[in-house]
């Protein structure tokens, strides 16, 4: 895959590919973007060997990895729900919709090819907003 992309977060290793189309006023907004797992990546190691998935707890993370891209500090307090609908697989295009809400709330949609792959309602507690990280 030929794309300008960079490495996202220690943790979710996720390619994100430019644009970042972040509308964040204070602490409220919206990041949309696209990732995508390289095959190499550690979490489709074990998971499963020879049906390699994106575990779960990776979609989370890619969307706290997102955020903190934008803001100072952003730590999970909850997961108010995750729906896995469909697996993310190798060197597939991830489609990043996040809404930031005042309270901490995020609403997040995972997609791969127009469909869902993952829903998320978040909560976090995030410090500094947009122009205030270091």
């Given at each position: 895959m030929k794309v300008d992309k960079y490495i996202l977060g220690a943790c979710s290793g996720a390619h994100?590919?430019?644009?970042?189309?972040?509308?964040?006023?204070?602490?409220?907004?919206?990041?949309?973007?696209?990732?995508?797992?390289?095959?190499?990546?550690?979490?489709?190691?074990?998971?499963?060997?020879?049906?390699?998935?994106?575990?779960?707890?990776?979609?989370?993370e890619l969307v706290l990895d997102i955020l903190r891209d934008h803001f100072k500090e952003v730590e999970l307090t909850a997961?108010?729900?995750?729906?896995?609908?469909?697996?993310?697989l190798p060197d597939q295009i991830v489609d990043v919709n996040i809404n930031i809400a005042l309270d901490g709330g995020i609403a997040a949609q995972l997609q791969v090819a127009g469909v869902a792959v993952s829903v998320l309602a978040l909560t976090v507690s995030v410090a500094g907003g947009p122009d205030q990280k270091s």
């Open positions: 994100i590919m430019p644009p970042v189309t972040a509308m964040i006023s204070g602490r409220t907004g919206s990041v949309s973007t696209r990732a995508c797992f390289p095959a190499e990546h550690t979490g489709f190691q074990g998971h499963f060997p020879g049906n390699a998935l994106l575990p779960g707890f990776l979609h989370i997961v108010q729900s995750a729906k896995y609908i469909l697996p993310i």
